[in-house]
């Protein structure tokens, strides 16, 4: 039944495209940048009560943000693709209250955020509108379309006030999320350049221009890029190439945690980034004594 109505929908847009080509662009565009908002479940509820919780307004919508602790050092999560900022409830217990203030926030049409559909620069503009607000950040922890915003936020303001960044299961090329809803949907090359010609109105680059790795060029600080080695949504050769491109990177392969990357050990490597102090750090000359990947089952 899902395949006749993935199905039907290519066939409605095909067929839109030469009877209203702009309207078949739009509503192509749109289902893309779509998600499936997850519920909170009420053990999710009951762990976001624990925040001081405040909206900032993006563009006209309300994005809700969590806060925890009242400490010195300042610490940003982003949530990915079809999640919310519950998803890092294990991560923020860990960390003591007293040492960092910790925010996490959904993303437009997610969690409890309004909006109805998202794209990597609307992500990223509420990324530059967070540091407008609260400033300076001592860690940024990302993972899947979280980390991938966080790059596009450095590669547009390669001076943005953070001093460490951990990017867990990140995408590589928005190009190949593209050819997927292409394949998927049975779209016409007709159909599929309507839908370009919208995203570039809508995200002023083609889809080509958002690479990740691209991005990962123009970070200037210390960090870690967590990433399964059997990973089905964003494959595993995007780690080496960011890995490769971000100098003051060390790369940790898991296996067997998939794309969610759920385990102690992946939140210890977190914490530990997190604890490390900024002193320690020279941003300019970045040393490196361990680029080597880490394997553990």
């Given at each position: 039944?899902?395949?006749?109505?993935?199905?039907?929908?290519g066939?409605?847009?095909?067929?839109?495209?030469?009877?209203?080509?702009?309207?078949?662009?739009?509503?192509?565009?749109?289902?893309?940048?779509?998600?499936?908002?997850?519920?909170?479940?009420?053990?999710?509820?009951?762990?976001?009560?624990?925040?001081?919780?405040?909206n900032?307004?993006v563009?006209?919508?309300?994005?809700?943000v969590y806060?925890?602790?009242?400490?010195?050092?300042?610490?940003?999560f982003?949530?990915?693709?079809?999640?919310?900022?519950?998803?890092?409830k294990?991560?923020?217990?860990?960390?003591p209250?007293?040492?960092?203030?910790?925010?996490?926030?959904?993303?437009?049409?997610?969690?409890?955020?309004?909006?109805?559909?998202?794209?990597?620069?609307?992500?990223?503009?509420?990324v530059?509108?967070?540091?407008?607000?609260?400033?300076?950040?001592?860690t940024?922890?990302g993972?899947?379309?979280g980390?991938?915003a966080?790059l596009?936020?450095?590669?547009q303001?390669?001076a943005?006030?953070?001093?460490?960044?951990?990017?867990t299961?990140?995408?590589?090329?928005?190009?190949?999320?593209?050819?997927?809803?292409?394949?998927?949907?049975?779209?016409?090359a007709?159909?599929?350049?309507?839908?370009?010609?919208?995203?570039?109105?809508?995200?002023?680059?083609?889809?080509?221009?958002?690479?990740?790795?691209?991005?990962?060029?123009?970070?200037r600080?210390?960090?870690?890029?967590?990433?399964?080695?059997?990973?089905?949504?964003?494959?595993?050769?995007?780690?080496?190439?960011?890995?490769?491109?971000?100098?003051?990177?060390?790369?940790?392969?898991?296996?067997?945690?998939?794309?969610?990357?759920?385990?102690?050990?992946?939140?210890?490597?977190?914490v530990?980034?997190?604890?490390q102090?900024?002193?320690?750090?020279?941003?300019?000359?970045?040393?490196?004594?361990?680029?080597?990947?880490?394997?553990?089952?």
């Open positions: 039944m899902k395949k006749i109505v993935t199905l039907s929908l066939f409605y847009l095909n067929a839109l495209s030469w009877l209203a080509p702009r309207q078949a662009a739009q509503r192509g565009f749109r289902w893309f940048c779509t998600p499936l908002r997850i519920s909170l479940l009420e053990a999710h509820r009951q762990f976001l009560n624990t925040a001081h919780s405040t900032l307004v563009n006209g919508e309300s994005i809700r806060r925890w602790g009242r400490g010195p050092r300042q610490v940003l982003l949530h990915g693709w079809q999640s919310h900022s519950a998803r890092w294990n991560y923020i217990e860990a960390l209250q007293e040492q960092y203030t910790i925010f996490a926030l959904d993303a437009p049409a997610h969690g409890q955020s309004d909006g109805a559909w998202l794209h990597l620069p609307k992500y990223t503009s509420v530059h509108a967070f540091f407008e607000r609260y400033g300076e950040v001592d940024l922890i993972h899947s379309f980390s991938f966080a596009y936020a450095f590669h303001n390669p943005l006030p953070v001093h460490k960044l951990a990017l299961g990140t995408p590589g090329e928005v190009e190949e999320f593209m050819q997927f809803y292409k394949k998927t949907l049975g779209l016409t007709r159909t599929l350049r309507l839908i370009y010609e919208e995203f570039v109105r809508e995200a002023d680059h083609y889809p080509t221009f958002f690479s990740a790795a691209r991005f990962a060029e123009s970070l600080l210390p960090g870690i890029i967590i990433h399964d080695l059997h990973d089905t949504d964003t494959p595993y050769p995007h780690a080496l190439r960011i890995h490769q491109a971000w100098e003051g990177s060390r790369l940790i392969t898991t296996t067997g945690l998939g794309h969610n990357l759920r385990s102690p050990e992946v939140v210890r490597h977190v530990e980034l997190v604890q102090p900024v002193t320690t750090y020279n941003h300019l000359h970045i040393k490196r004594p361990d680029r080597e990947v880490s394997l553990y089952p």
